[in-house]
């Protein structure tokens, strides 16, 4: 049986252990997950949710006995968290992310986890979750059918294969790519679209102070366009901090649309 500790078990760390957990053959389960993390509270909670089979508030508690540890923690906390675990990684033993940008963390990942030779680390990316947070949205399907980018700067071919095999394993359908690569890709699909849906609810709040009508007559359209701008705002000002280059210059080429359709605007 794989063990695999979880770092952080909330929406995404806590289906990844509920996905896992199901996972058998022969009737032999082939995943033990523990969980690690701030608040026993919500370990419980994640217990009792069926996410993982045991958990602590200590990482040297866990760590030592695990042969994949996925951080499951903001982008912006990555690196704390490496060093934090270092000391504590049996010799073997995996390391991998869910981070949604992967440059910043693939160079603290070689700068910290590259001081142990005998552990690996492989950059991953699950293209799932929603505006909600917590263990409480979990859900052991969440990964069904979705894209999950496994970054291929500096791996090694066995730590890879595994890791692939695991997101394989919850339903997840796997591509690879550069780090750079990745993190252009998303701030255009997914970081783009969360600041202008961000952007547009300040605005739309703002007037609404001084209009209290507007906000009982939006309709279905600006529901939809500022669903994700209810987001947890702590994990987007690190997610957006991390890629803030690749978002700069997506939001450059947005504004260079916005410019040409208000001169046509205006021209009408």
């Known amino acids: 049986m794989t063990s695999v500790c979880l770092v952080g078990v909330g929406l995404i760390g806590g289906s990844l252990g509920q996905a896992l957990r199901s996972k058998r053959r022969s009737g032999k389960r082939l995943f033990w997950v523990s969980g690690c993390g701030r608040s026993t509270r919500r370990l419980k909670n994640a217990k009792r949710l069926k996410a993982i089979d045991e958990y602590s508030l200590s990482m040297k508690v866990l760590i030592p006995k695990a042969d994949i540890i996925v951080l499951c923690v903001p982008v912006q906390f990555m690196a704390k968290t490496m060093r934090e675990i270092l000391p504590y990684l049996k010799s073997g033993a995996i390391v991998t992310d869910v981070g949604s940008v992967k440059q910043k963390i693939i160079i603290e990942a070689k700068r910290i986890l590259g001081r142990r030779k005998d552990v690996f680390f492989v950059g991953a990316h699950p293209i799932a979750g929603s505006e909600k947070s917590g ?82 007559l939006v309709g279905r359209s600006f529901r939809d366009m500022t669903r994700v701008g209810r987001s947890d705002p702590i994990l987007w000002k690190g997610i957006f901090r991390e890629n803030r280059f690749s978002v700069k210059r997506s939001l450059m080429r947005f504004h260079r649309i916005l410019k040409t359709l208000r001169i046509q605007l205006l021209r009408d």
């Open 135 to 216: 263990v409480i949205y979990s859900r052991p399907d969440l990964f069904s059918k979705a894209a999950c980018i496994l970054t291929t700067d500096g791996i090694q071919p066995r730590a890879f294969r595994t890791i692939r095999k695991m997101w394989e394993q919850v339903g997840a359908i796997c591509t690879s790519l550069t780090a750079k690569k990745h993190d252009e890709i998303m701030a255009l699909v997914s970081h783009l679209p969360h600041f202008l849906s961000f952007a547009l609810l300040s605005l739309v709040e703002k007037e609404a102070r001084k209009n209290s009508r507007i906000l009982s």
